[in-house]
């Protein structure tokens, strides 16, 4: 992975101690700068990210620095060492420990930076291939739209964290370590947040198969009870104490980038697609899939077969459901089979040579993943409707999808 430019330290005086991290990680070249000069630096140097010590500087100050950063393309990384109160958007937080040498502070920081690096090279990336050239940016990302986060755990501060970043994320709740794992292989997660209810020895297993398995370890994860100590390979790890409200604010800017970095990674996806599959969601646009769909038909009806659809339609007054719906289907969907968001919310899927009582069996293990919980309790505004109909010998595509059409209309009423 190339650096694309200096690593620009910033702080009050003297050299910060963190600052040695990087030359032992030979990320260089390294460039120090003051605060009253760091602006100014950031514009000439052009650097490929920016550390900043900020235990001693107050939020009006860092907020001055992030805010032509933000503006940055591609991604330049900012990251905070020691900030206080509440970041903003574009800040990532990382909190030395008492002991930073016992604890591997050092180690932790290099693996936080190199991950956000990964990032700017990803996007710098999309930014290359995408024709037209189009602006692509971290505030392009409003976490209560885009992102989900995994909230595990059970006791008093479960329901007041639950609340906390339902008012910043979409959230899943899992009251069991078994729970929140089909929960992470069945979803797109964007951090998740370790709750009280847990012993030290389960949380640290739960750490532990998250950092061992390459799906999971660059995800944000904040441990908010306990007195485990951050040694593991998690680059985005947090310990984090306190009122919920301030724990999820400073998790939120992790949970962003995250977001951010599975935004980029769908959007060259369509981009090798050329253009037919929907960033957003990962399914077909709605006009790739018209095309598929009479391909798929007109391909059924020469050679013989199976070919059915399903129809899966959510509560317009809760549109996170369609949107999480819709990336469920795209992760979740078998290999042969393809789907898109139609204009009015709702998801098509066609089930290649699949009948229809295994269409209706699909459909059910689909719609069955898509009950989210909150307090660990389902919320029936985010399951579909869920209809199906399948090719007869006389159909036409459009005919298909009429007769889809009358069946949900019948379902509704």
């Not at 077969?305 to 289907?329: E, M, Y």
Request: glycine share 6%; charged share 20%.
């Amino acid at each position: 992975m190339s650096q694309q430019g200096p690593i620009l330290v910033v702080a009050t005086a003297r050299r910060p101690s963190f600052a040695a991290a990087l030359d032992v990680a030979k990320l260089f070249p390294v460039v120090e700068a003051e605060w009253a000069d760091a602006g100014r630096a950031v514009e000439q140097l052009q650097p490929a990210a920016v550390l900043a010590a900020t235990s001693d500087v107050d939020q009006a100050t860092l907020a001055a620095l992030a805010a032509p950063i933000a503006a940055h393309q591609p991604y330049l990384p900012l990251i905070a060492v020691d900030p206080q109160g509440t970041l903003p958007e574009n800040v990532i937080p990382f909190f030395q420990s008492q002991n930073s040498q016992e604890l591997g502070d050092s180690n932790r920081l290099v693996a936080r930076l190199r991950a956000a690096l990964r990032i700017r090279s990803l996007h710098a990336t999309v930014m290359r291939r995408l024709v037209p050239a189009t602006r692509i940016a971290l505030s392009d990302i409003d976490t209560f739209r885009d992102a989900t986060v995994l909230l595990v755990g059970r006791g008093g501060a479960y329901p007041t964290l639950s609340v906390s970043l339902g008012e910043q994320t979409g959230v899943v709740g899992a009251l069991s370590i078994e729970a929140a794992a089909k929960h992470l292989n069945a979803r797109d997660i964007d951090g998740i947040v370790v709750s009280e209810g847990f012993s030290p020895r389960v949380v640290d297993a739960f750490l532990t198969v998250l950092a061992e398995d390459a799906r999971f370890r660059h995800l944000p994860v904040v441990v908010t009870s306990g007195d485990l100590l951050p040694a593991y390979e998690l680059p985005n790890l947090e310990i984090l104490l306190g009122e919920p409200a301030q724990m999820v604010a400073t998790a939120l800017p992790l949970i962003r980038q995250h977001a951010f970095e599975a935004h980029l990674s769908r959007t060259l996806r369509s981009i090798d697609a050329e253009g037919l599959i929907d960033a957003r969601t990962g399914l077909l646009t709605p006009t790739a899939f018209e095309r598929d769909f009479a391909s798929a038909v007109y391909q059924t009806q020469q050679r013989g077969g199976g070919l059915s659809v399903a129809r899966f339609a959510f509560d317009p007054a809760h549109p996170r459901a369609q949107f999480d719906g819709a990336r469920i289907i795209s992760r979740l969907m078998r290999q042969m089979d393809f789907g898109a968001v139609c204009d009015d919310g709702s998801v098509l899927v066609a089930f290649a040579e699949t009948d229809l009582k295994t269409a209706h069996t699909i459909a059910r293990r689909l719609s069955s993943v898509m009950r989210h919980t909150s307090h660990g309790k389902r919320d029936t505004r985010a399951e579909p409707t869920v209809t199906v109909a399948t090719l007869e010998s006389k159909d036409s595509a459009k005919a298909l999808l009429a007769r889809l059409g009358e069946e949900a209309h019948r379902a509704a009423s």
